[in-house]
């Protein structure tokens, strides 16, 4: 684990969490930054129980839109994101995470998930796979 992890008391978290917009689907985005090199790895979704584990474990946990299920990121992969620091968008409906992310950020073996780039009439992968994609998951 790169530095200890920025981690909130269960009052703390609550209080914080009671104070963010969350839309009708009960989601918030979520928008994952390295905190050392300041680029956007990712943008993910968070509900309540999410927010809440991420501030009081320091691990960031994301709700899974497709699972319907919470899920920590790097459980399966290994590549996980620890909390350095949160912050609120003026709306209140929007998280910003600088994180130590531990190995990649993308499920596609990508450093961030932000890798094609709009080129005339086309998204042009400019960003190579760092990774194989099918070492990063566990076989259930």
Not at 20 to 46: K, Y
Request: charged share 20%; glycine share 6%.
């Amino acid at each position: 684990m790169p530095s200890s992890p920025r981690q909130f008391s269960r009052s703390d978290a609550a209080a914080l969490a009671r104070q963010v917009q969350f839309g009708e689907n009960g989601l918030v985005t979520a928008i994952a930054q390295d905190a050392t090199s300041h680029e956007i790895l990712m943008l993910a979704w968070m509900n309540l129980d999410a927010l809440v584990q991420t501030l009081t474990t320091g691990r960031v946990c994301y709700w899974s839109r497709s699972r319907q299920k919470l899920w920590q990121k790097g459980e399966e992969s290994g590549q996980y994101q620890y909390l350095r620091d949160i912050f609120l968008d003026c709306d209140g409906d929007a998280v910003l995470m600088r994180v130590d992310q531990v190995g990649v950020a993308c499920h596609t073996g990508r450093k961030n998930c932000f890798f094609r780039q709009a080129q005339a009439d086309s998204w042009q992968e400019i960003i190579p796979p760092l990774i194989d994609p099918a070492s990063l998951y566990r076989k259930k």
